[in-house]
């Protein structure tokens, strides 16, 4: 590309402003013009600067956040840009009803074909944001087109610019040029022109106004000189003849302006003035052969940011079909961006719009662009070298198609969709703030330029079916507002002031989302705010004055809606709806003298509101957010909360109060009455400095049924424990029941307390009052906790005299109270004696306690006269010696009294500072309650280290000489011990256990695995005869689970086993053994014998018993267990065996169930015969499987009983098995039926897929998105995959998409694989070449995963080799099965009884994670019986 010309003479002429400055205003377009300053956009940086994402904006990281306020709050005018009136159309019936261009969709049907598709609504936001949009008709402007089309024969509207000025273009060729106050200025141009040169089709206007560039629909460019009217220049060779002009714009330089055709191509207009003559030159941009162009945008700059250094680029942004670019005009053309959609619906309109917006403290351009429902944020940015850097920002998925997209400030955006809805979105947090129905306007859509219809229609059908929507020249923007051009008006929309959407809410009543809103004004948390300036906290008393205005109308607005009639409850519902709200904003507001003073006096009015306004601050004021209140008000609260008895509120509400405005000596006997002890407390300490006359008061209440023995009842128990903790608050310096006591007056409050609990006597003491009452009911309530109490108090008494004193004092009264007094339980003396431990325990102990007395309390807890409460006496004792009470006694004494009292916990703490480890094994085995965790407390001293190897082996020895007892114990844990120390010393253990039951359970503990010891077998190793031991221990004492234990039983010899199972006559273990060493025979024999025998005992009970009910015979049981036993040994062996062995086991075993039989005539049948013959069935049809028939029938027959005629005796016997030969037949030759009607079939199915061509589902490649046809002079293959996705070779190539397997190319389609990346790659293809298609002769193999890489190669090779379309007919073959097939169900049969039994076939598994078909949800069985034989 050639350089830029060099621009010689720039014609610089500027129009004439205008002088009123109050049109100016009320345009609001030269404000709007300057508020986009440098100060402005830093203010932008502090507003929301949280919502800014880092990694969206490509934001480095910085050591100081910036500081900077209200980034994104424009301070527009408030004023309005129009008269406001009702939007009503003028009489405009009188225009004809043809358009030139389209109309809008309320009206025609050139709307949103996707509108069946659109997606959910989101939901309104209008309750959360009001009215963001103010839109109103220029009814002036309106009035004139009317009538220019009415009395010049303009035509109807077909584009709009707007700056200073507003321009209109018309169908006949007229620009209508209108001033700010919608006064007609200039008409340029002629209808006979117009019928020349067609209808206008893009209108630009210059940036100071002087200039407008007019496009046509027949090709033609004129340039008129707004301040005179003056046609400058006719340009009619800038472009190809025969394309209407798109768009045509002017960039920030005055003497360059770009333009698109209806070919797709975009130009560069340069204008000159040589010698006095006006000149355009004309350089092709871009050519709409290499891809139409349909929108054009050049980045315009403010007069604040034209040293911006971006600006001297001169950038063009420009959409095609297919893709973005980025371009610089200047120093010299450069493409700095190719950005490519990716797949978009056809019909859906490119859009492109600059703004420049401000992030990280750094003010760029962004490149907005969307086609479809997805909009694209590009942040352009120039470096330090001078390069231009794109980055990509996060983008907005829409639910709608969009056909116009405008900036109105850097953070808010204006959509307009396919249905004429506009929608405003913040563009930081992407929420939507409103949605404007706008079809009234009745839009004009330039469909008939993109059609070229003025030119015969020579457009591409691409670029026609994006014109159906296109709309470019009937929108346009400036200085905040946004201009739309209808048929037959023009109306503009601008965001509204905050004082208008707060207002715009009130007058539709909703108060309180206008407060809501309003509140999101102060507090800086709306959206698309307008009209506030200035800093945070000016911006917040503006709102604030706002939002008092509003809460005195919402409160004289609840007193006039409050229903008259009615229940009281409609009433308090009413106000419990509306008088909160007033509440909680004046606090949020935090004007308390607004609440109390003239709100309340409103509200007062009515007695209902009045009560409900109360109830609302309780919340407030126990959550301490509400201190301050006005002494009237406070009495209001506390009366009414009394006279709803809502006692527990009132308590609750004092003490977060400060009540020294009110009458406290009614509140004390308020409280009193009604037992708000907490109240009363809070009242004396706040009210009245006073401390200790709610401690007496409290005292009188407890301390008489205490004295007199008898039991609490609840409320006594709550009044001496809020006693309890408000003398603990006291000493320890905290206010009751929260906060704390003034610093000077805690030291007071100590001594004062301290003073009162060591009184001798009370006040008004009745005569037989004990001393020291007040120490005395404390201990008498809850001794524990009053020694907890002290004890913390002692914890911050410091070290001066007084405090010594003190303590002294409060001991030795403690110890006159309670040792000389038989009235306390031991616990509660164990409790004082561990209180005073503790206390002498201390390395800066004070307190001197005579040692006498622990060793009077030694006595009385070890009393063996008393056995009352024995463990609580050892706990207390416990506690006592681990407080560090130790000290005070002889240890020898104190063992030798624990001993004796049986506490042997007590002389386990002993033994345990004695390191006498041995002799706590002694203390558990003889405690009752603990004898089962000897067994832990041995296993610790033995593993934990830390414990020397001489105690390791007193504690050991000691458990030597106790194992019968830690046996008898628990077998278990005993078992588990000495595997886990002593596995080599188990001999040694057996030795100690004579007694022979024990014996048995440690071995059994031991040895067997189902006991559940946690111990390695193979570790312990245990010799055979221990084993051995075990089994002849087994046979004595539980022979029916021998053959149980045996099987999981590893470590023993078969001789020895057997001889010792012999020993005790166990022949099913017996036979077992043998039948483990492989002697099976010996054990056949033996079973064999066994139901001789048992056959024999049923046929001497016949000759007996001749009545005997065999249904329930014992005898006939035992003999089918016993014959069931036999045929199981018989089964699990002769897989093993030949012929004439299985026959040496089978037929032996038929004889003698047919021997019973043989014995009994036909005179006199046997009793058992019915049964003996079901069981003789039973075998033989068991050993059909391993016998062949012919012999077993000649075996029959050769019987000599059976030879001599009686066949019909074994009648049933033959005719039973020639069922089952019959049945096992027909089930053969039925499956190998089945089986060759699946292979037929699939076969046929395989046949007619590999026939089937290929049916592509597009003509253009899926990559370029190209048709096919277009590149065929290019020697360039076309690629047919069988799932329907076409691709040019070049193009699979450039994305990778071939692999080599033997020495041969395989495609992969791109899109398939991209999807699914962990399937089969889909490699069967066909190949176009030269414009035929032919099938692609290539191999692949079966699984060829993408991720696995050579391996997946080398598997190929192995693997057997399909053609592609056999792998195509296969996976469409797999395709047609809707279940499993009959094939899957015979294979998985077969595979699941394999190992039992021969089959006729075997299948195959499919693969090494074989999931079963029967545990298919939707898996049916049909079944039919076996066919019935004719007799």
Same mark, same amino acid.
């Given at each position: 590309?050639?350089?830029?010309?060099?621009?010689?003479?720039?014609?610089?002429?500027?129009?004439?402003?205008?002088?009123?400055?109050?049109?100016?205003?009320?345009?609001?377009?030269?404000?709007?013009?300057?508020?986009?300053?440098?100060?402005?956009?830093?203010?932008?940086?502090?507003?929301?600067?949280?919502?800014?994402?880092?990694?969206?904006?490509?934001?480095?990281?910085?050591?100081?956040?910036?500081?900077?306020?209200?980034?994104?709050?424009?301070?527009?005018?408030?004023?309005?840009?129009?008269?406001?009136?009702?939007?009503?159309?003028?009489?405009?019936?009188?225009?004809?009803?043809?358009?030139?261009?389209?109309?809008?969709?309320?009206?025609?049907?050139?709307?949103?074909?996707?509108?069946?598709?659109?997606?959910?609504?989101?939901?309104?936001?209008?309750?959360?944001?009001?009215?963001?949009?103010?839109?109103?008709?220029?009814?002036?402007?309106?009035?004139?087109?009317?009538?220019?089309?009415?009395?010049?024969?303009?035509?109807?509207?077909?584009?709009?610019?707007?700056?200073?000025?507003?321009?209109?273009?018309?169908?006949?060729?007229?620009?209508?040029?209108?001033?700010?106050?919608?006064?007609?200025?200039?008409?340029?141009?002629?209808?006979?022109?117009?019928?020349?040169?067609?209808?206008?089709?893009?209108?630009?206007?210059?940036?100071?106004?002087?200039?407008?560039?007019?496009?046509?629909?027949?090709?033609?460019?004129?340039?008129?000189?707004?301040?005179?009217?003056?046609?400058?220049?006719?340009?009619?060779?800038?472009?190809?003849?025969?394309?209407?002009?798109?768009?045509?714009?002017?960039?920030?330089?005055?003497?360059?302006?770009?333009?698109?055709?209806?070919?797709?191509?975009?130009?560069?207009?340069?204008?000159?003035?040589?010698?006095?003559?006006?000149?355009?030159?004309?350089?092709?941009?871009?050519?709409?052969?290499?891809?139409?162009?349909?929108?054009?945008?050049?980045?315009?700059?403010?007069?604040?940011?034209?040293?911006?250094?971006?600006?001297?680029?001169?950038?063009?942004?420009?959409?095609?079909?297919?893709?973005?670019?980025?371009?610089?005009?200047?120093?010299?053309?450069?493409?700095?961006?190719?950005?490519?959609?990716?797949?978009?619906?056809?019909?859906?309109?490119?859009?492109?719009?600059?703004?420049?917006?401000?992030?990280?403290?750094?003010?760029?351009?962004?490149?907005?662009?969307?086609?479809?429902?997805?909009?694209?944020?590009?942040?352009?940015?120039?470096?330090?070298?001078?390069?231009?850097?794109?980055?990509?920002?996060? @983008?907005?998925?829409?639910?709608?198609?969009?056909?116009?997209?405008?900036?109105?400030?850097?953070?808010?955006?204006?959509?307009?969709?396919?249905?004429?809805?506009?929608?405003?979105?913040?563009?930081?947090?992407?929420?939507?703030?409103?949605?404007?129905?706008?079809?009234?306007?009745?839009?004009?859509?330039?469909?008939?330029?993109?059609?070229?219809?003025?030119?015969?229609?020579?457009?591409?059908?691409?670029?026609?079916?994006?014109?159906?929507?296109?709309?470019?020249?009937?929108?346009?923007?400036?200085?905040?507002?946004?201009?739309?051009?209808?048929?037959?008006?023009?109306?503009?929309?601008?965001?509204?002031?905050?004082?208008?959407?707060?207002?715009?809410?009130?007058?539709?009543?909703?108060?309180?989302?206008?407060?809501?809103?309003?509140?999101?004004?102060?507090?800086?948390?709306?959206?698309?705010?307008?009209?506030? +300036?200035?800093?945070?906290?000016?911006?917040?008393?503006?709102?604030?004055?706002?939002?008092?205005?509003?809460?005195?109308?919402?409160?004289?607005?609840?007193?006039?809606?409050?229903?008259?009639?009615?229940?009281?409850?409609?009433?308090?519902?009413?106000?419990?709806?509306?008088?909160?709200?007033?509440?909680?904003?004046?606090?949020?507001?935090?004007?308390?003298?607004?609440?109390?003073?003239?709100?309340?006096?409103?509200?007062?009015?009515?007695?209902?509101?009045?009560?409900?306004?109360?109830?609302?601050?309780?919340?407030?004021?126990?959550?301490?957010?509400?201190?301050?209140?006005?002494?009237?008000?406070?009495?209001?609260?506390?009366?009414?909360?009394?006279?709803?008895?809502?006692?527990?509120?009132?308590?609750?509400?004092?003490?977060?109060?400060?009540?020294?405005?009110?009458?406290?000596?009614?509140?004390?006997?308020?409280?009193?009455?009604?037992?708000?002890?907490?109240?009363?407390?809070?009242?004396?300490?706040?009210?009245?400095?006073?401390?200790?006359?709610?401690?007496?008061?409290?005292?009188?209440?407890?301390?008489?049924?205490?004295?007199?023995?008898?039991?609490?009842?609840?409320?006594?128990?709550?009044?001496?424990?809020?006693?309890?903790?408000?003398?603990?608050?006291?000493?320890?310096?905290?206010?009751?029941?929260?906060?704390?006591?003034?610093?000077?007056?805690?030291? $007071?409050?100590?001594?004062?307390?301290?003073?009162?609990?060591?009184?001798?006597?009370?006040?008004?003491?009745?005569?037989?009052?004990?001393?020291?009452?007040?120490?005395?009911?404390?201990?008498?309530?809850?001794?524990?906790?009053?020694?907890?109490?002290?004890?913390?108090?002692?914890?911050?008494?410091?070290?001066?005299?007084?405090?010594?004193?003190?303590?002294?004092?409060?001991?030795?009264?403690?110890?006159?109270?309670?040792?000389?007094?038989?009235?306390? &339980?031991?616990?509660?003396?164990?409790?004082?004696?561990?209180?005073?431990?503790?206390? $002498?325990?201390?390395?800066?102990?004070?307190?001197?306690?005579?040692?006498?007395?622990?060793?009077?309390?030694?006595?009385?807890?070890?009393?063996?006269?008393?056995?009352?409460?024995?463990?609580?006496?050892?706990?207390?004792?416990?506690?006592?010696?681990?407080?560090?009470?130790?000290?005070?006694?002889?240890?020898?004494?104190?063992?030798?009294?624990?001993?004796?009292?049986?506490?042997?916990?007590?002389?386990?703490?002993?033994?345990?500072?004695?390191?006498?480890?041995?002799?706590?094994?002694?203390?558990?085995?003889?405690?009752?309650?603990?004898?089962?965790?000897?067994?832990?407390?041995?296993?610790?001293?033995?593993?934990?280290?830390?414990?020397?190897?001489?105690?390791?082996? +007193?504690?050991?020895?000691?458990?030597?000489?106790?194992?019968?007892?830690?046996?008898?114990?628990?077998?278990?844990?005993?078992?588990?011990?000495?595997? &886990?120390?002593?596995?080599?010393?188990?001999?040694?253990?057996?030795?100690?256990?004579?007694?022979?039951?024990?014996?048995?359970?440690?071995?059994?503990?031991?040895?067997?695995?189902?006991?559940?010891? @946690?111990?390695?077998?193979?570790?312990?190793?245990?010799?055979?005869?221990?084993?051995?031991?075990?089994?002849?221990?087994?046979?004595?004492?539980?022979?029916?689970?021998?053959?149980?234990?045996?099987?999981?039983?590893?470590?023993?010899?078969?001789?020895?086993?057997?001889?010792?199972?012999?020993?005790?006559?166990?022949?099913?273990?017996?036979?077992?053994?043998?039948?483990?060493?492989?002697?099976?025979?010996?054990?056949?024999?033996?079973? $064999?014998?066994?139901?001789?025998?048992?056959?024999?005992?049923?046929?001497?009970?016949?000759?007996?018993?001749?009545?005997?009910?065999?249904?329930?015979?014992?005898?006939?049981?035992?003999?089918?267990?016993?014959?069931?036993?036999?045929?199981?040994?018989?089964?699990?062996?002769?897989?093993?065996?030949?012929?004439?062995?299985?026959?040496?086991?089978?037929?032996?075993?038929?004889?003698?169930?047919?021997?019973?039989?043989?014995?009994?005539?036909?005179?006199?049948?046997?009793?058992? +015969?019915?049964?003996?013959?079901?069981?003789?069935?039973?075998?033989?049809?068991?050993?059909?499987?391993?016998?062949?028939?012919?012999?077993?029938?000649?075996?029959?027959?050769?019987?000599?009983?059976?030879?001599?005629?009686?066949?019909?005796?074994?009648?049933?016997?033959?005719?039973?098995?020639?069922?089952?030969?019959?049945?096992?037949?027909?089930?053969?030759?039925?499956?190998?039926?089945?089986?060759?009607?699946?292979?037929?079939?699939?076969?046929?199915?395989?046949?007619?897929?590999?026939?089937?061509?290929?049916?592509?589902?597009?003509?253009?490649?899926?990559?370029?998105?190209?048709?096919?046809?277009?590149?065929?002079?290019?020697?360039?293959?076309?690629?047919?995959?069988?799932?329907?996705? $076409?691709?040019?070779?070049?193009?699979?190539?450039?994305?990778?998409?071939?692999?080599?397997?033997?020495?041969? &190319?395989?495609?992969?389609?791109?899109?398939?694989?991209?999807?699914?990346?962990?399937?089969?790659? +889909?490699?069967?293809?066909?190949?176009?070449?030269?414009?035929?298609?032919?099938?692609?002769?290539?191999?692949?193999?079966?699984?060829?995963?993408?991720?696995?890489?050579?391996?997946?190669?080398?598997?190929?090779?192995?693997?057997?080799?399909?053609?592609?379309?056999?792998?195509?007919?296969?996976?469409?073959?797999?395709?047609?099965?809707?279940?499993?097939?009959?094939?899957?169900?015979?294979?998985?049969?077969?595979?699941?009884?394999?190992?039992?039994?021969?089959?006729?076939?075997?299948?195959?598994?499919?693969?090494?994670?074989?999931?079963?078909?029967?545990?298919?949800?939707?898996?049916?069985?049909?079944?039919?019986?076996?066919?019935?034989?004719?007799?």
């Amino acid at each position: 590309m050639d350089n830029e010309p060099d621009h010689e003479n720039v014609e610089q002429s500027l129009c004439a402003k205008t002088t009123d400055e109050e049109l100016n205003k009320s345009f609001s377009l030269e404000a709007s013009l300057s508020k986009f300053s440098y100060i402005d956009l830093d203010k932008e940086l502090e507003f929301k600067n949280d919502l800014i994402d880092d990694k969206e904006f490509d934001i480095p990281q910085v050591d100081t956040p910036p500081t900077l306020e209200s980034i994104l709050n424009e301070t527009d005018d408030e004023d309005d840009s129009f008269v406001l009136e009702d939007p009503t159309l003028l009489n405009i019936d009188t225009i004809d009803s043809h358009s030139y261009d389209t109309s809008s969709v309320a009206s025609s049907d050139s709307g949103d074909r996707t509108n069946l598709k659109r997606k959910k609504k989101l939901p309104d936001s209008f309750s959360l944001h009001g009215s963001v949009m103010r839109h109103s008709l220029l009814k002036g402007i309106s009035a004139q087109i009317v009538s220019a089309a009415d009395k010049v024969d303009a035509g109807l509207p077909t584009a709009i610019a707007v700056s200073s000025l507003i321009a209109v273009g018309t169908s006949h060729g007229l620009a209508l040029i209108f001033d700010q106050n919608q006064a007609l200025r200039l008409c340029l141009g002629s209808t006979s022109v117009g019928g020349q040169y067609g209808a206008i089709s893009a209108l630009s206007i210059n940036n100071d106004c002087s200039r407008l560039l007019c496009g046509f629909a027949k090709g033609q460019i004129t340039m008129w000189d707004l301040a005179s009217g003056k046609l400058l220049r006719s340009i009619t060779d800038a472009h190809p003849p025969g394309t209407a002009i798109l768009h045509i714009k002017f960039t920030d330089d005055p003497t360059l302006a770009v333009c698109n055709d209806s070919g797709g191509s975009v130009f560069e207009l340069t204008f000159k003035r040589v010698m006095g003559v006006r000149t355009c030159e004309s350089r092709c941009l871009f050519s709409g052969s290499k891809g139409e162009v349909c929108c054009i945008e050049p980045l315009h700059s403010k007069p604040e940011l034209k040293d911006h250094p971006i600006t001297q680029f001169s950038l063009l942004a420009m959409a095609s079909l297919t893709k973005i670019l980025v371009i610089g005009l200047k120093p010299s053309l450069k493409v700095w961006m190719t950005f490519p959609y990716g797949r978009m619906d056809p019909s859906s309109v490119p859009l492109l719009a600059w703004h420049f917006v401000a992030v990280h403290n750094y003010v760029n351009p962004m490149l907005a662009f969307c086609r479809g429902d997805v909009v694209h944020f590009l942040l352009v940015k120039r470096d330090e070298s001078g390069a231009i850097h794109v980055t990509k920002q996060k @983008h907005l998925h829409l639910y709608y198609d969009l056909i116009n997209f405008t900036w109105i400030n850097s953070r808010t955006i204006v959509l307009l969709d396919s249905v004429e809805k506009l929608h405003v979105i913040d563009r930081q947090t992407q929420e939507e703030l409103e949605t404007v129905e706008i079809s009234e306007v009745q839009l004009v859509y330039n469909s008939s330029h993109f059609k070229s219809l003025a030119t015969g229609g020579n457009v591409s059908q691409a670029l026609a079916l994006v014109g159906e929507k296109a709309c470019y020249q009937s929108i346009s923007s400036y200085g905040g507002q946004i201009f739309y051009l209808g048929t037959k008006s023009v109306y503009v929309m601008m965001l509204r002031s905050w004082r208008e959407r707060v207002d715009h809410l009130l007058k539709q009543d909703c108060l309180t989302e206008a407060l809501a809103l309003a509140w999101s004004f102060h507090e800086g948390k709306a959206k698309a705010v307008v009209g506030l +300036s200035g800093d945070a906290s000016k911006r917040k008393a503006v709102v604030a004055d706002r939002m008092v205005e509003i809460l005195f109308h919402y409160a004289d607005r609840a007193l006039k809606t409050c229903p008259d009639q009615g229940k009281i409850q409609v009433m308090e519902q009413h106000f419990q709806d509306m008088v909160p709200v007033i509440v909680d904003y004046c606090l949020l507001l935090q004007r308390k003298d607004l609440l109390f003073s003239q709100v309340y006096d409103k509200l007062s009015e009515n007695s209902v509101a009045k009560g409900v306004f109360l109830e609302c601050l309780e919340p407030y004021i126990l959550s301490d957010k509400l201190v301050g209140i006005t002494p009237q008000v406070m009495k209001d609260l506390i009366v009414h909360f009394q006279d709803k008895k809502l006692m527990e509120n009132v308590e609750a509400l004092i003490v977060h109060m400060d009540i020294t405005s009110l009458d406290i000596q009614q509140v004390v006997l308020m409280c009193w009455e009604n037992r708000l002890y907490d109240a009363m407390i809070y009242v004396y300490n706040r009210g009245m400095n006073e401390f200790i006359s709610p401690m007496e008061k409290l005292f009188r209440v407890i301390a008489p049924p205490l004295n007199a023995g008898k039991t609490l009842t609840d409320e006594q128990v709550v009044m001496g424990n809020k006693l309890l903790v408000y003398i603990s608050c006291c000493l320890a310096g905290r206010a009751y029941p929260l906060g704390d006591i003034p610093e000077d007056l805690v030291p $007071l409050v100590k001594n004062q307390v301290f003073e009162f609990l060591i009184r001798l006597h009370s006040t008004e003491a009745p005569p037989e009052e004990e001393i020291y009452p007040y120490i005395r009911t404390l201990l008498h309530f809850d001794t524990r906790e009053f020694l907890n109490v002290l004890a913390l108090t002692f914890e911050d008494f410091k070290n001066d005299k007084q405090a010594v004193e003190y303590q002294q004092r409060i001991v030795d009264i403690l110890l006159k109270v309670m040792v000389e007094n038989s009235d306390f &339980t031991p616990s509660q003396v164990g409790c004082l004696f561990t209180f005073l431990a503790r206390q $002498l325990a201390k390395p800066d102990n004070t307190l001197f306690v005579n040692r006498t007395l622990f060793d009077q309390v030694l006595e009385f807890l070890c009393s063996p006269d008393d056995d009352s409460r024995h463990s609580e006496r050892q706990q207390v004792l416990l506690e006592l010696l681990q407080a560090g009470g130790i000290v005070q006694f002889e240890e020898s004494r104190l063992i030798r009294m624990a001993e004796k009292a049986e506490f042997y916990q007590i002389c386990e703490f002993m033994y345990e500072r004695e390191h006498q480890y041995d002799k706590i094994i002694d203390c558990y085995l003889r405690d009752p309650l603990r004898e089962e965790e000897v067994f832990n407390y041995i296993h610790n001293i033995l593993s934990i280290p830390g414990h020397s190897a001489e105690e390791k082996q +007193s504690v050991w020895q000691k458990a030597m000489d106790h194992i019968e007892e830690l046996v008898s114990l628990k077998p278990c844990k005993a078992a588990e011990l000495v595997a &886990t120390h002593f596995s080599e010393q188990i001999e040694t253990v057996i030795k100690k256990l004579q007694n022979q039951v024990l014996l048995f359970k440690f071995l059994r503990s031991l040895l067997d695995p189902r006991e559940g010891i @946690h111990v390695n077998q193979e570790l312990l190793q245990i010799s055979p005869c221990i084993t051995e031991q075990f089994i002849e221990l087994l046979c004595q004492f539980s022979p029916n689970q021998v053959i149980e234990t045996l099987q999981v039983l590893e470590c023993y010899r078969l001789e020895e086993t057997i001889q010792i199972t012999q020993k005790y006559q166990l022949h099913e273990v017996t036979a077992y053994l043998l039948e483990k060493k492989g002697d099976i025979h010996g054990a056949f024999l033996i079973m $064999l014998k066994r139901l001789q025998s048992k056959l024999q005992e049923i046929t001497r009970q016949d000759e007996i018993f001749l009545n005997l009910d065999t249904k329930e015979d014992p005898s006939l049981k035992n003999v089918e267990e016993t014959m069931v036993e036999t045929i199981a040994l018989c089964q699990r062996n002769s897989h093993n065996l030949n012929q004439q062995q299985r026959e040496a086991l089978w037929f032996p075993l038929l004889e003698a169930m047919m021997a019973p039989q043989k014995l009994s005539s036909s005179a006199a049948p046997h009793l058992h +015969s019915e049964a003996l013959k079901s069981l003789t069935m039973q075998v033989l049809n068991n050993m059909a499987a391993f016998i062949a028939l012919p012999s077993i029938l000649q075996r029959i027959l050769q019987d000599p009983v059976y030879g001599k005629g009686k066949l019909g005796e074994i009648q049933g016997l033959i005719l039973g098995m020639l069922d089952t030969f019959s049945y096992e037949q027909t089930l053969l030759e039925t499956t190998t039926s089945l089986l060759n009607q699946d292979l037929h079939w699939s076969l046929c199915n395989l046949r007619a897929s590999v026939t089937r061509g290929l049916n592509p589902k597009q003509d253009y490649c899926s990559i370029c998105l190209q048709q096919y046809k277009r590149r065929q002079e290019m020697a360039d293959e076309i690629i047919v995959f069988s799932c329907g996705h $076409l691709y040019h070779s070049f193009c699979l190539q450039s994305k990778e998409c071939t692999v080599e397997i033997e020495g041969q &190319t395989r495609w992969t389609c791109y899109k398939c694989s991209s999807i699914n990346k962990v399937g089969k790659l +889909s490699e069967n293809s066909s190949e176009v070449k030269k414009g035929r298609i032919t099938p692609s002769q290539v191999k692949m193999s079966p699984s060829c995963h993408p991720s696995k890489g050579d391996p997946a190669v080398k598997k190929a090779t192995s693997e057997p080799v399909l053609d592609p379309q056999q792998i195509q007919a296969f996976d469409q073959l797999c395709h047609l099965y809707r279940g499993s097939s009959r094939l899957a169900l015979l294979t998985e049969l077969s595979q699941k009884r394999g190992s039992e039994s021969r089959r006729p076939f075997s299948g195959s598994q499919s693969g090494p994670a074989f999931n079963s078909v029967f545990q298919k949800e939707n898996f049916q069985l049909q079944l039919i019986p076996p066919p019935v034989t004719e007799d």
